[in-house]
Structure formats: C-alpha cells, structure tokens
C-alpha cells in the first residue's frame, strides 16, 4: 500500500492548474438496461440525451433481463428479447459509443429479500446455503447478509455462467463484458465444504482470472469494480468502497488486461492512481455528488498531465453510475432544471461529469 499513499502524494496535483486538452478515452455512463416497455424510450434516449452529452461508453447493467437462449431458466418475466437488444446495438454503432453489458458476478446474488436468478434456480451454487434470505431484510444483521455470493469453487458454476457470458457478448457484438464482482461479502465461508480455509484473495483472484481468460478467447476485455481490490484498513476507506476481508490483495495477482471500474461515491478518492501504478486502466466513477463527478474529472485531468507516459495510457477517463432503472433515470432526467446542477441527484451528478469533460475539451 505504499504506492496508495504515492497516490495520496499525486492529488496534490490538483493545485497544479493545467490548461491541456483533455484525452479522456471513457467518458461512460453504467446503468441498468431498460425493461421491455422502456426499450424505444431508451434508444431514443441515446440519441437525443446519451450521444450529445458526449458519453462514448455505455455499461447496460443487464443481468437476466434477456431472452437466454442457451440458459431459459435464468431469464427474467418479459427479459429483452434479441431483436430489441440489435435496436441497441445499432444506435450505440449510429454514434460510435461502446456498448458493453453487464451480469453481476461472484456477488451481489440477492438484494434485500429477494434471491436473484442464478441461485434461485441452482441453490447448489450457493456460498452460504446456511444463511436464509429473511422476510424482511435489514442492516446491519447477525449473519453479516448483504449479498448473497455464489460458490467459485463450484464444478458446476461455470459452464452456466459462461453460457449466459457468451451469449450475451455475441448478442451486444461487444468487445468487453463487465461482470459487476462489488460488494463480495461472502467468500471463503468457514461452513463452505470447497472453500473454507482457503485465501480469500486467491479466491477472488482465481475467480476475475477464469472469467478474463475465458473472455479472452474470444478476444473480448473483461471490466469489474475495483473496490474488493484496495486495502479498506491502510487507506481508512472503509468496508463498502474497500476490501476489509482480505480480497485486496488479489489486486497482485488478476491480469493487467482487466479494466478497473473505481467507484467512489463521498469523495474524489485517488484510487485510480494506486490502479494505474499497479498497471490498470481505471476509470474514476460517480453517483450522486455533483462536486464529486467534478473532482474526478479535474484528478483524472490531473493526474494525466503530470504522470509518466506508462501511468497516463492506464488512466481512461470518468463514468457516471446510475442505481435506480432507466425508467426512473429517464423521467427524472426530463424534470431536471438546468438550476438544479449542484442538486445531490444522480441526473444532477450525470450532467456535472459530461459538462465537466466538455469544459475540458475545450482548453
């Protein structure tokens, strides 16, 4: 972690007004792909809103909402279906923006009360089959349940999950595939018969590295959330944006091909220099924080002006997240008023970071 307090060091880069043009490759936005009934909403929306802020790179967070041809029983009621899923894909093409989706793997296998798809349908994948999804669901609980994780060291985990990774890469015409890996909570679980005893880190390592292999062989890049991958104790970041189960260290082991999604959400954290120095090409994410989205876009602005040619080509750009559907997202896009810009909201926080690139291209 000595290179994290180096990247401390670097955000004193920001006092340094730097006036060249930026060379943001990712200026993205990640959100949940549209329902059925949304589908020519959305398309609509790239065209008119998407496309004109200056996004290039767009995460659908699509997980089983899709007509799975190879998998049926993991899709969703009324999933998108490939037609519709081509309608996508042609306006992303229209306006040169990478389309790449999304399943969340590893974690994030339940919500609250609720037990997503994958092990609904196959409980055997299930790292803690021992902890119940309660009826009503509340934080903080005796058995430490966030999200549920599924078992890495199932032998039958991943001839599903590269069925649902194949085809939903095929079906985009993606050259990545983003496969969540947040939040992992559960792993290396005392009562797992497979797992107990073993290393976390080495877990979550061998878990990115099977699905970036697998990616691989047909020449597509995998993207994951970087926070499972920084030392939540020596940075003080704490257990949501970092690892404090000893995952972090994986950090060392995963290929340099994966890309880093960096998500920080209260502060413009430096973490994307800590990526790069490890060799990753990182993307800085927001959410809701106007002045935040700002912050990344001037650090990663920063950092890019005054690193070495071998750090800069791994610092990418920015992407804005969205956690409620694009339906919400849509309509609440349509109300906004441009006085509402330092407003905490995820449309607020979406035009600060697209306003804040622009400004920079400017220069």
């Given amino acids: 972690m000595k290179k994290l307090l180096y990247a401390l060091l670097l955000l004193v880069l920001f006092s340094i007004s730097t006036q060249a043009q930026s060379s943001f490759t990712v200026n993205g936005l990640c959100i949940a792909a549209p329902r059925t009934a949304q589908l020519d909403e959305f398309v609509a929306f790239i065209d008119n809103e998407i496309a004109p802020a200056g996004i290039n790179t767009l995460i659908l967070r699509v997980d089983f909402n899709y007509a799975y041809a190879s998998r049926p029983e993991l899709s969703d009621k009324n999933p998108l279906t490939k037609e519709q899923v081509k309608k996508l ?16 793997l590893l974690g994030h296998q339940s919500w609250a009360s609720t037990l997503n798809k994958l092990l609904a349908v196959y409980p055997e994948f299930d790292e803690t089959p021992h902890v119940k999804i309660p009826e009503k669901y509340e934080w903080p609980n005796d058995d430490g349940l966030y999200c ?19 085809e939903i890469v095929e079906v985009f015409e993606a050259d990545a595939f983003h496969a ?3 939040e992992v909570f ?14 976390p880190a080495q877990l979550f390592a061998g878990e990115v590295t099977k699905i970036s292999d697998h990616l691989n062989k047909n020449e597509a890049q995998l993207w994951i959330w970087g926070d499972r991958l920084i030392d939540a104790t020596t940075s003080g970041i704490g257990m949501w944006e970092a690892s404090m189960n000893n995952t972090w260290r994986a950090v060392d082991m995963i290929p340099k091909s994966v890309i880093i999604a960096d998500w920080h959400y209260e502060k413009a954290l430096p973490t994307p220099a800590y990526f790069s120095l490890k060799g990753f090409d990182v993307v800085a ?30 610092l990418l750009g920015v992407m804005h997240t969205v956690w409620s559907s694009a339906e919400n997202f849509m309509e609440a896009y349509a109300k906004h008023k441009a006085t509402d810009i330092d407003i905490e909201s995820d449309v607020a926080c979406f035009k600060a970071m697209t306003l804040a690139v622009k400004s920079l291209q400017k220069n």
């Fill in 89 to 104: 894909v042609a306006v992303c093409k229209k306006h040169e923006i990478d389309l790449i989706p999304q399943v969340n």
């Fill in 180 to 182: 969540g890996m947040d």
């Fill in 285 to 314: 994410c927001s959410w809701r924080k106007p002045q935040v989205a700002r912050d990344q876009v001037q650090m990663i602005n920063a950092l890019q002006q005054n690193a070495t040619p071998e750090m800069k080509e791994n």
């Fill in 186 to 199: 559960y792993i290396a679980d005392e009562k797992c018969p497979r797992c107990m005893g073993k290393d």
């Fill in 148 to 166: 549920k994780s599924y078992c890495p060291l199932h032998p039958g985990v991943h001839a599903v999950v590269f069925d649902l990774i194949d």
